[in-house]
T-cell receptor
Framework: GAVVSQHPSWVICKSGTSVKIECRSLDFQATTMFWYRQFPKQSLMLMAT?????????EQGVEKDKFLINHASLTLSTLTVTSAHPEDSSFYIC??????????FGPGTRLTVT | GENVEQHPSTLSVQEGDSAVIKCTYSDSASNYFPWYKQELGKGPQLIIDIRSNVGEKKDQRIAVTLNKTAKHFSLHITETQPEDSAVYFC???????????FGGGTRLMVKP
């Protein structure tokens, strides 16, 4: 069964509103969560890395004030897209791991900003 | 940092034929190479992986080969079926912080 869940699977929001995406590890403690965005027909682009209880590390070019990441517990990490705009429309995916050889992706969230 | 290149970007084969996707990496410290299949609207799913102490690994119709000297690894799918149609990503990791560097992806289309 699923090891990592992601919610919602798809969301439509109006420009200027904020959207929160949740990623949960279901049967293990996820110390680290990676957040990706993926545009159509493109590869996964790492946005940020979060560790439980500490601030996320953002990749170059990713606005940390726009993409707020919270990793307050070992089973839940959230990504909030603040003041969303149409160009933020994308597929957002989380990834975590149990060991170096057990990497798990969430099922993804399709965000459409109108 | 690590750089992974993947070829081809698109691949069309006839059902029953074989498909081969190739990746090269730059960091000689990389020691773990997973392959993921991503269907439309879904997250990537691991289909096979290989560690640096092995040259080849096979799982039914899927096999992966690794050449550490040349720094390249390949995915081989035999007897392709329409349900194999998807985007495939290779990745490389040196286990440092569990970072995965992805290739650009290959869109595989299997024609019935």
């Amino acid at each position: 069964g699923a090891v990592v869940s992601q919610h919602p699977s798809w969301v439509i929001c109006k420009s200027g509103t904020s959207v929160k995406i949740e990623c949960r590890s279901l049967d293990f403690q996820a110390t680290t969560m990676f957040w990706y965005r993926q545009f159509p027909k493109q590869s996964l682009m790492l946005m940020a890395t979060s560790n439980e209880g500490s601030k996320a590390t953002y990749e170059q070019g990713v606005e940390k004030d726009k993409f707020l990441i919270n990793h307050a517990s070992l089973t839940l990490s959230t990504l909030t897209v603040t003041s969303a705009h149409p160009e933020d429309s994308s597929f957002y995916i989380c990834r975590t791991y149990r060991t170096a050889y057990e990497q798990y992706f969430g099922p993804g969230t399709r965000l459409t900003v109108t | 940092g690590e750089n992974v290149e993947q070829h081809p970007s698109t691949l069309s084969v006839q059902e029953g034929d074989s498909a081969v996707i190739k990746c090269t990496y730059s960091d000689s410290a990389s020691n773990y190479f997973p392959w993921y299949k991503q269907e439309l609207g879904k997250g990537p799913q691991l289909i096979i992986d290989i560690r640096s102490n092995v040259g080849e690994k096979k799982d039914q119709r899927i096999a992966v080969t690794l050449n550490k000297t040349a720094k390249h690894f390949s995915l081989h799918i035999t007897e392709t079926q329409p349900e194999d149609s998807a985007v495939y990503f290779c990745a490389a990791s040196n286990n440092a912080g569990n970072m995965l560097t992805f290739g650009g992806g290959t869109r595989l289309m299997v024609k019935p």
